[in-house]
């Protein structure tokens, strides 16, 4: 290496290892993370749209509500179906744009692996705790978001920070409002979602990271 003096310079044994052990950690981060961003700012909206949904038919459609509570399960569902879609969508394009080359598709495989299986234990968890039924149904939501913000938390420490701090926010927004607000929680769990929609749209702006 050389100088703008014209002097070389030679980096260090320890310093040539730490670049390269940055260049790949960066490189595997890209990888992994291809469209992260703009995956997390779908999902605080969805979110956002499940909670102010199910407070709008618990509120607006009483007869309803009290003749299926257990409507939140399939809200949820169906709701969330369009974010998965999305999120699959979004994730191949990014990465076909960053590499279309057969490292990127491993990434990819990994990465859908790791979720689906946080989606499965999101299932599974309350079937084991006997929650699928009528009498538990109301406690499913806190199993749910309690795994899906774990994925979050553990996917983001591993890959990149913004992740694992939606993930916390996502968990913080749901379980607040719900042992502090009680009927209203999930309309105040939605506007505390929207706060965090807000949030990584300020961050996008002002770091430019997608």
Do not use: C
Request: charged fraction near 10%.
């Amino acid at each position: 290496m050389s100088t703008d003096t014209g002097e070389s310079t030679a980096l260090k044994p320890d310093e040539s290892w730490e670049t390269v052990l940055s260049t790949m950690h960066g490189a595997r981060s890209a990888m992994y993370t291809a469209g992260s961003t703009a995956i997390l700012l779908m999902w605080a909206g969805i979110i956002t749209i499940a909670y102010l949904t199910q407070y709008a038919i618990s509120t607006f459609a009483t007869d309803f509500a009290d003749s299926y509570p257990w409507f939140p399960g399939p809200l949820w569902a169906i709701i969330t179906s369009f974010g998965v879609i999305g999120s699959m969508t979004i994730g191949h394009r990014a990465g076909r744009a960053l590499s279309p080359g057969l490292a990127m598709q491993h990434a990819g495989i990994r990465v859908f692996a790791y979720w689906m299986t946080v989606t499965a234990a999101a299932g599974l968890l309350p079937g084991a705790a006997g929650l699928w039924n009528e009498s538990g149904s109301e406690k499913i939501p806190f199993v749910l978001m309690g795994v899906i913000a774990l994925g979050y938390v553990l996917f983001g420490i591993l890959n990149r920070t913004v992740i694992a701090a939606f993930g916390v926010g996502m968990a913080a927004a749901f379980y607040v409002p719900h042992y502090l607000f009680d009927d209203i929680a999930p309309a105040v769990s939605g506007f505390a979602m929207l706060g965090l929609l807000g949030a990584i749209a300020m961050w996008v702006r002002r770091t430019g990271e997608w």
